[in-house]
């Protein structure tokens, strides 16, 4: 069983982010408070009840205080059993990493994942980004230091107008860094943001899918010959240290989202809590469920794993594909896959139908193709 709690708090407003957060503290202990809450309300939500997995995401869950981490891990251990090899990940901003913090934080969770996004100064302040580079630089060896070696560090690519040099630059400096894990994400203009707003008004270029096509093949190349794997189209790994959290979710397993704008998936609905922190407090204080339920339909859960599944090394199984369906999926969708094989850019291996190298630059598009009615 996996559990994500969002903590909707972030400093300041990074221009490209749309993810649900505030930039106002002043409610975050009210915020811990509804939160501990709805883990009481949500507590048999899930079909078992013990822990493998449990990710602080956000927002920025580094901004939690030590009272506040204790409070929820108190409310989360009396409510479920977190297994002893459990997976703990905190998203994390550089500038909060200070070795006292990290040390504070060691002592809740076993893996970190910062969010360092690019290692160029000005690149950083022109994103609105909190941290300097030299504390992205830096916040590694401190989180080493404070006894974390699980680390994961996510980088943004397609950042247009500047020189292709510093996508290069970054790569050097995170392979440097010689993390466990490594998230890479592509730099997409969403329109309510900063950058939105600049996209309409032509102040800035509307994404660019060469370039980022281009920096995503350049990473792929320095980042699997560097000894990492590509298990998932955005995400590597050093050998088996793969996100466990995420890879529950690739795999279509069950979690539970507490928090504003947290989803949940319990294999036949998913739930979607509602995105406005002071409408989030008031309806879990009068104990509300504050989020819209949605049944998942044959063909949603069909989708819905071929979207996720075939982005990920092991692919999807044919057999769970058949399960979903309750039909042969391979007859039913047998001219699409003729055609998707002869592509180059799908290939079945045994129970797996997977993406080709080729097929990774159209992981979404292949999945579209096979998705049913
Ligand atoms: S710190 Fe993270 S969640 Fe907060 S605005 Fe920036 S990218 Fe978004």
Same mark, same amino acid.
């Given at each position: 069983m996996h559990l994500y709690v969002h903590v909707p708090f972030c400093k300041q407003a990074c221009h490209y982010c749309d993810f649900h957060f505030s930039t106002?503290?002043?409610r975050k202990s009210a915020m811990v408070d509804a939160l501990c809450a709805e883990i009481i309300r949500q507590k048999n939500y899930l079909p078992g009840p013990e822990l493998e997995t449990i990710y602080f995401g956000g927002g920025t869950p580094s901004l939690l205080t030590e009272p506040e981490l204790i409070q929820l891990f108190n409310t989360i251990r009396s409510h479920f059993t977190v297994a002893s090899s459990a997976e703990i990940t905190l998203e994390a901003n550089p500038d909060d990493l200070t070795l006292k913090k990290l040390t504070m934080l060691r002592r809740y969770v076993n893996r970190l994942s910062i969010g360092? !996004?690019?290692?160029?100064e000005a690149t950083l302040r022109w994103m609105n980004r909190a941290h300097t580079a030299t504390e992205a630089q830096t916040c590694v060896r401190l989180a080493r230091e404070a006894g974390f070696d699980n680390l994961s560090v996510d980088l943004i690519y397609g950042i247009p107008n500047r020189p292709k040099s510093l996508w290069t630059a970054d790569l050097q400096q995170v392979l440097s860094l010689d993390v466990a894990h490594l998230s890479t994400y592509a730099l997409t203009i969403e329109p309510d943001t900063a950058f939105g707003r600049w996209e309409k008004t032509g102040k800035l270029p509307p994404a660019d899918e060469e370039l980022a096509a281009d920096q995503f093949e350049e990473l792929t190349k320095a980042i699997t010959r560097a $000894? %990492?794997?590509? %298990?998932e189209i955005s995400n590597f790994a050093r050998t088996g240290q793969y996100a466990r959290h995420n890879t529950a979710y690739w795999q279509g397993r069950p979690y539970l989202g507490i928090g504003p704008s947290a989803h949940s998936y319990n294999g036949h609905s998913r739930q979607y809590n509602i995105s406005n922190n002071t409408r989030y407090i008031a309806e879990v204080g009068r104990g509300a469920l504050p989020a819209t339920v949605e049944e998942l339909t044959t063909a949603d859960q069909v989708n819905e794993y071929l979207l996720t599944g075939?982005?990920? !090394?092991? $692919?999807?199984?044919v057999t769970k594909l058949d399960t979903l369906l309750g039909a042969d999926f391979a007859r039913v969708q047998a001219r699409d896959l003729t055609a998707l094989y002869a592509s180059g850019w799908l290939m079945r291996d045994q129970d797996r139908l997977r993406l080709t190298e080729s097929g990774k630059l159209f992981a979404d598009r292949v999945a579209a193709t096979l998705f049913v009615d």
């Open positions: 106002n503290l002043s360092i !996004q690019t290692f160029d $000894g %990492y794997e590509h %298990y075939l982005r990920t !090394q092991w $692919g999807c199984s």
